[in-house]
């Protein structure tokens, strides 16, 4: 995975997210060259075949470390969204706040915390992505572990 910023496309022109390398450039070109000014979570929807549809979710101002049950009733919303406009499609979350990459522990909880509820979830959830102002980068083993 490079750190070269692709294009940020209109969902028909997105070629279909099929690998993590496909994942990682959608998510880089949605952060581009900016940082963020709070911790947010992003969704992203995908039809059958990894198909980019236009629903991408942001949420915003979430707390450094998440709440109990909020990824498990995210989850739960974003199901509702992808069945009943993707049916068959997938789910691909991305946790983002400002700073360095420092690998902290909050962005071990967020990832975590998504990584299990899309275990729970009754559609396909793509690894976790995190992103700081300086790089967008999966969530390795080593961070759900520590």
């Given at each position: 995975m490079?750190h070269?910023?692709?294009p940020?496309?209109?969902?028909?022109?997105?070629?279909?997210i099929?690998?993590?390398?496909?994942?990682?450039?959608?998510w880089?070109?949605?952060k581009?060259?900016?940082?963020f000014?709070?911790?947010?979570?992003?969704?992203s929807v995908?039809?059958?075949?990894?198909?980019?549809?236009p629903?991408?979710?942001?949420i915003?101002?979430?707390?450094?470390?998440?709440?109990?049950?909020?990824?498990?009733?995210l989850?739960?919303?974003i199901?509702?969204?992808?069945?009943?406009?993707?049916?068959?499609?997938s789910?691909?979350?991305m946790?983002?706040?400002?700073?360095?990459?420092?690998?902290?522990?909050?962005?071990?909880?967020?990832a975590?915390?998504?990584?299990?509820?899309?275990?729970r979830?009754s559609?396909?959830?793509?690894?976790v992505?995190?992103?700081?102002?300086t790089?967008?980068?999966?969530v390795?083993?080593?961070?759900?572990?520590a």
């Amino acid at each position: 995975m490079t750190h070269d910023i692709p294009p940020i496309l209109p969902p028909d022109q997105t070629p279909p997210i099929r690998s993590l390398g496909d994942l990682d450039a959608h998510w880089r070109s949605i952060k581009g060259p900016w940082g963020f000014s709070a911790p947010q979570v992003w969704c992203s929807v995908l039809g059958p075949g990894g198909v980019v549809t236009p629903i991408l979710i942001k949420i915003e101002d979430c707390p450094d470390v998440p709440d109990p049950g909020d990824s498990r009733n995210l989850l739960d919303r974003i199901t509702e969204v992808v069945d009943e406009f993707a049916a068959g499609g997938s789910a691909a979350f991305m946790f983002a706040r400002p700073g360095a990459d420092d690998r902290r522990a909050s962005d071990r909880e967020w990832a975590r915390d998504l990584t299990e509820a899309g275990r729970r979830a009754s559609i396909d959830v793509w690894p976790v992505f995190l992103a700081n102002d300086t790089c967008v980068r999966i969530v390795a083993p080593d961070d759900l572990a520590a």
